[in-house]
Protein backbone atom coordinates (compact mmCIF):
# COMPACT_ATOMS: atom_id res chain seq x y z
CA UNK A 1 0.00 0.00 0.00
CA UNK A 2 0.75 3.67 -0.92
CA UNK A 3 2.67 5.63 2.29
CA UNK A 4 -0.19 7.82 3.13
CA UNK A 5 -1.64 8.63 6.44
CA UNK A 6 -4.73 11.07 7.75
CA UNK A 7 -5.09 12.74 10.89
CA UNK A 8 -7.22 12.80 12.71
CA UNK A 9 -9.21 9.81 11.31
CA UNK A 10 -12.15 11.06 12.79
CA UNK A 11 -13.46 14.52 14.58
CA UNK A 12 -16.32 15.80 15.76
CA UNK A 13 -16.65 19.73 16.32
CA UNK A 14 -19.11 22.69 16.52
CA UNK A 15 -19.82 24.90 14.00
CA UNK A 16 -18.06 28.44 13.65
CA UNK A 17 -14.44 26.22 14.94
CA UNK A 18 -11.67 26.49 12.64
CA UNK A 19 -10.52 22.62 11.89
CA UNK A 20 -7.00 21.45 10.50
CA UNK A 21 -6.90 17.94 9.00
CA UNK A 22 -3.59 16.61 7.79
CA UNK A 23 -2.26 14.58 5.22
CA UNK A 24 0.73 12.82 5.28
CA UNK A 25 2.59 11.30 2.36
CA UNK A 26 6.48 9.24 2.15
CA UNK A 27 6.07 7.99 -1.75
CA UNK A 28 7.61 11.60 -2.88
CA UNK A 29 4.89 12.62 -5.23
CA UNK A 30 4.44 15.32 -6.68
CA UNK A 31 0.74 15.38 -6.55
CA UNK A 32 -1.80 15.87 -3.33
CA UNK A 33 -5.59 16.48 -3.28
CA UNK A 34 -8.44 16.60 -1.10
CA UNK A 35 -11.57 15.20 -1.62
CA UNK A 36 -14.86 15.15 0.31
CA UNK A 37 -16.78 11.90 -0.66
CA UNK A 38 -20.67 12.35 0.28
CA UNK A 39 -23.56 9.67 -0.17
CA UNK A 40 -25.15 10.16 -3.50
CA UNK A 41 -22.11 12.16 -5.14
CA UNK A 42 -18.92 11.44 -6.38
CA UNK A 43 -15.69 12.14 -4.79
CA UNK A 44 -15.34 15.37 -5.17
CA UNK A 45 -12.27 16.98 -5.33
CA UNK A 46 -11.75 20.26 -2.54
CA UNK A 47 -7.98 21.52 -3.78
CA UNK A 48 -4.88 20.00 -4.92
CA UNK A 49 -1.27 20.82 -4.95
CA UNK A 50 1.40 20.55 -7.94
CA UNK A 51 4.28 21.20 -5.83
CA UNK A 52 5.60 22.80 -2.75
CA UNK A 53 3.49 25.85 -2.06
CA UNK A 54 1.99 25.17 -5.29
CA UNK A 55 -2.03 24.67 -4.85
CA UNK A 56 -5.00 25.46 -6.97
CA UNK A 57 -8.92 25.12 -6.52
CA UNK A 58 -11.24 21.89 -7.56
CA UNK A 59 -14.61 21.39 -7.81
CA UNK A 60 -16.05 22.26 -4.16
CA UNK A 61 -13.59 24.82 -2.82
CA UNK A 62 -15.35 27.27 -1.10
CA UNK A 63 -14.92 27.24 3.01
CA UNK A 64 -11.99 25.53 2.50
CA UNK A 65 -8.05 26.70 2.30
CA UNK A 66 -4.74 24.50 1.97
CA UNK A 67 -1.34 24.89 2.35
CA UNK A 68 1.53 22.65 1.61
CA UNK A 69 5.10 23.83 3.36
CA UNK A 70 6.48 20.44 2.46
CA UNK A 71 6.53 17.92 -0.54
CA UNK A 72 4.93 15.34 2.41
CA UNK A 73 2.28 17.09 3.90
CA UNK A 74 -0.79 18.68 2.64
CA UNK A 75 -3.05 20.45 5.32
CA UNK A 76 -6.45 21.22 4.79
CA UNK A 77 -8.61 23.94 6.80
CA UNK A 78 -12.08 24.84 7.18
CA UNK A 79 -11.46 28.29 8.67
CA UNK A 80 -15.38 28.70 10.27
CA UNK A 81 -16.59 24.95 9.58
CA UNK A 82 -20.17 24.79 8.92
CA UNK A 83 -22.82 21.65 9.03
CA UNK A 84 -22.65 21.41 5.34
CA UNK A 85 -18.89 20.22 5.63
CA UNK A 86 -19.81 17.25 7.41
CA UNK A 87 -18.76 14.75 5.15
CA UNK A 88 -15.55 11.97 4.85
CA UNK A 89 -12.14 13.55 3.64
CA UNK A 90 -9.75 11.60 1.40
CA UNK A 91 -6.29 12.40 1.06
CA UNK A 92 -4.59 11.49 -2.74
CA UNK A 93 -1.32 11.47 -4.17
CA UNK A 94 -0.20 10.62 -7.84
CA UNK A 95 3.09 10.49 -9.43
CA UNK A 96 1.99 13.13 -12.21
CA UNK A 97 -1.20 15.19 -13.18
CA UNK A 98 -4.64 13.07 -12.88
CA UNK A 99 -4.50 11.79 -16.83
CA UNK A 100 -3.70 8.39 -17.19
CA UNK A 101 -1.98 7.63 -13.72
CA UNK A 102 -3.15 6.23 -10.68
CA UNK A 103 -4.13 7.80 -7.94
CA UNK A 104 -3.44 6.29 -4.15
CA UNK A 105 -6.08 7.05 -1.23
CA UNK A 106 -5.30 7.82 2.18
CA UNK A 107 -7.56 5.84 4.83
CA UNK A 108 -10.00 9.09 4.99
CA UNK A 109 -11.14 11.57 7.99
CA UNK A 110 -15.22 10.77 9.57
CA UNK A 111 -15.68 14.62 9.81
CA UNK A 112 -18.80 15.20 12.11
CA UNK A 113 -19.87 19.14 12.34
CA UNK A 114 -22.77 19.53 15.09
CA UNK B 1 -27.30 16.01 -15.77
CA UNK B 2 -24.24 14.83 -13.53
CA UNK B 3 -20.74 14.58 -15.52
CA UNK B 4 -20.72 10.76 -14.68
CA UNK B 5 -23.67 9.43 -13.95
CA UNK B 6 -23.86 5.03 -12.27
CA UNK B 7 -26.59 3.30 -11.27
CA UNK B 8 -26.32 2.60 -7.43
CA UNK B 9 -27.39 -0.14 -7.56
CA UNK B 10 -27.66 -2.37 -5.21
CA UNK B 11 -26.76 -5.39 -7.49
CA UNK B 12 -27.37 -8.81 -5.29
CA UNK B 13 -26.23 -11.69 -7.02
CA UNK B 14 -25.09 -15.46 -6.22
CA UNK B 15 -22.29 -16.35 -6.09
CA UNK B 16 -20.52 -17.33 -10.18
CA UNK B 17 -23.05 -15.01 -11.53
CA UNK B 18 -21.87 -12.77 -14.37
CA UNK B 19 -22.76 -9.00 -13.78
CA UNK B 20 -22.12 -5.94 -15.24
CA UNK B 21 -22.06 -2.07 -14.60
CA UNK B 22 -22.27 0.74 -17.10
CA UNK B 23 -21.32 4.72 -16.46
CA UNK B 24 -21.67 7.42 -18.69
CA UNK B 25 -20.27 10.29 -18.57
CA UNK B 26 -21.04 13.62 -20.24
CA UNK B 27 -17.90 15.05 -22.06
CA UNK B 28 -17.08 13.97 -25.06
CA UNK B 29 -13.28 15.39 -24.98
CA UNK B 30 -12.83 13.07 -22.18
CA UNK B 31 -9.36 11.41 -22.44
CA UNK B 32 -9.07 8.55 -19.88
CA UNK B 33 -11.05 6.25 -17.94
CA UNK B 34 -11.13 4.35 -14.88
CA UNK B 35 -12.86 1.82 -12.35
CA UNK B 36 -11.86 1.85 -8.59
CA UNK B 37 -13.36 -0.48 -6.11
CA UNK B 38 -14.04 0.94 -2.59
CA UNK B 39 -14.77 -1.43 0.24
CA UNK B 40 -17.24 -0.22 2.91
CA UNK B 41 -15.68 2.48 5.59
CA UNK B 42 -12.40 2.23 3.36
CA UNK B 43 -10.71 4.19 0.74
CA UNK B 44 -10.93 3.92 -3.27
CA UNK B 45 -8.88 1.72 -4.83
CA UNK B 46 -7.79 1.45 -8.27
CA UNK B 47 -9.43 -1.91 -10.06
CA UNK B 48 -8.48 -1.27 -13.66
CA UNK B 49 -8.11 1.39 -16.27
CA UNK B 50 -10.11 1.53 -19.57
CA UNK B 51 -8.70 1.09 -22.54
CA UNK B 52 -10.04 2.30 -26.18
CA UNK B 53 -9.72 -1.50 -27.04
CA UNK B 54 -11.15 -2.76 -24.36
CA UNK B 55 -9.26 -4.64 -21.47
CA UNK B 56 -9.15 -7.69 -19.22
CA UNK B 57 -7.88 -8.22 -16.19
CA UNK B 58 -8.52 -12.04 -15.19
CA UNK B 59 -12.62 -11.92 -14.19
CA UNK B 60 -13.10 -8.59 -15.04
CA UNK B 61 -13.43 -6.90 -18.50
CA UNK B 62 -13.96 -2.97 -19.28
CA UNK B 63 -15.02 -1.98 -22.16
CA UNK B 64 -15.38 2.06 -23.72
CA UNK B 65 -18.03 3.17 -26.05
CA UNK B 66 -16.94 6.83 -27.23
CA UNK B 67 -19.74 7.15 -29.67
CA UNK B 68 -22.32 6.88 -26.98
CA UNK B 69 -20.08 7.87 -24.58
CA UNK B 70 -20.10 4.96 -21.92
CA UNK B 71 -18.33 2.46 -19.89
CA UNK B 72 -19.11 -0.53 -18.68
CA UNK B 73 -17.17 -3.41 -16.52
CA UNK B 74 -18.18 -6.74 -16.14
CA UNK B 75 -17.01 -9.45 -13.46
CA UNK B 76 -17.15 -13.30 -14.64
CA UNK B 77 -17.67 -15.85 -11.68
CA UNK B 78 -18.57 -13.43 -9.00
CA UNK B 79 -16.35 -14.09 -5.48
CA UNK B 80 -18.31 -13.21 -2.32
CA UNK B 81 -14.68 -11.00 -2.02
CA UNK B 82 -15.69 -9.07 -5.07
CA UNK B 83 -18.90 -7.39 -2.59
CA UNK B 84 -18.33 -3.78 -2.71
CA UNK B 85 -18.86 -0.19 -4.43
CA UNK B 86 -17.00 0.11 -7.63
CA UNK B 87 -16.56 3.62 -9.04
CA UNK B 88 -16.58 5.02 -12.24
CA UNK B 89 -13.20 7.71 -13.16
CA UNK B 90 -13.18 9.70 -15.84
CA UNK B 91 -10.68 12.04 -16.34
CA UNK B 92 -11.41 15.62 -18.56
CA UNK B 93 -8.49 17.60 -18.75
CA UNK B 94 -6.68 16.66 -16.19
CA UNK B 95 -9.79 16.41 -13.56
CA UNK B 96 -10.88 13.44 -12.66
CA UNK B 97 -14.35 13.06 -12.21
CA UNK B 98 -15.77 10.56 -9.91
CA UNK B 99 -19.41 8.58 -10.18
CA UNK B 100 -21.55 7.93 -7.29
CA UNK B 101 -20.33 4.33 -7.31
CA UNK B 102 -22.75 1.27 -7.79
CA UNK B 103 -22.97 -0.82 -4.89
CA UNK B 104 -22.60 -5.07 -5.54
CA UNK B 105 -23.28 -7.67 -2.93
CA UNK B 106 -22.26 -11.12 -3.90
CA UNK B 107 -23.90 -13.90 -1.83
CA UNK B 108 -23.11 -17.72 -0.68
Known amino acids: DAGITQSPRHKVTETGTPVTLRCHQT?????MYWYRQDPGHGLRLIHYSYGVKDTDKGEVSDGYSVSRSKTEDFLLTLESATSSQTSVYFC?????????????FGPGTRLTVL | RKEVEQDPGPFNVPEGATVAFNCTYS??????FFWYRQDCRKEPKLLMS???SGNEDGRFTAQLNRASQYISLLIRDSKLSDSATYLCVVNMNNDMRFGAGTRLTVKP
Open chain 2, 50 to 52: VYS
Open chain 1, 27 to 31: ENHRY
Open chain 2, 27 to 32: NSASQS
Open chain 1, 92 to 104: AISEGLAGGLEQF
